[in-house]
């Protein structure tokens, strides 16, 4: 049976709440991991964790969180920049984030700003949906 997007919500809202100390208020649709709700690197590890745990499901790191493997290549980063062929492999990989801002301005220091509450419920929704 599908589970509802509010649903799924509620329960990636208590995972972060629990993994990041927070409260419920805190967490928004638009809120970034990094920026807005001061997750570390070390924070991606227990989230997943928990989200595994809530949904019954795998998640592999680098299908959540994706954007190590382009910052690390070579041929996707250029001056600062996430190359055109960078933004293709985003793309192709983060098919849950909306990318259109960052495009605007591919600076690698804004790629954490594509880790949003949102993009978290899109990407578990087409796991347990889809």
């Known amino acids: 049976m599908a589970m509802s997007r509010d649903a799924i919500y509620e329960q990636v809202q208590e995972a972060l709440v629990e993994a990041l100390g927070l409260d419920d208020e805190d967490i928004t649709p638009e809120a970034t991991l990094m920026g ?27 299908e959540l969180f994706p954007a190590e493997a382009v910052l690390n290549n070579t041929d996707y980063v250029k001056d600062g920049k996430v190359t055109e062929k960078g933004l293709a ?10 990318l259109s801002a960052f495009e605007a301005d591919p600076d690698i220091n804004k790629i954490a700003d594509l880790f949003t509450v949102d993009a978290i419920v899109n990407f578990i929704e087409s796991k347990v949906n889809g």
């Open 36 to 62: 807005d709700l001061g997750a570390e690197s070390i924070d991606f590890l227990d989230i997943v964790f928990r989200l595994e745990k809530a949904f019954d499901i795998k998640v592999p790191r680098e």
């Open 89 to 98: 492999e985003l793309r192709d990989k983060m098919p849950h984030t909306d």
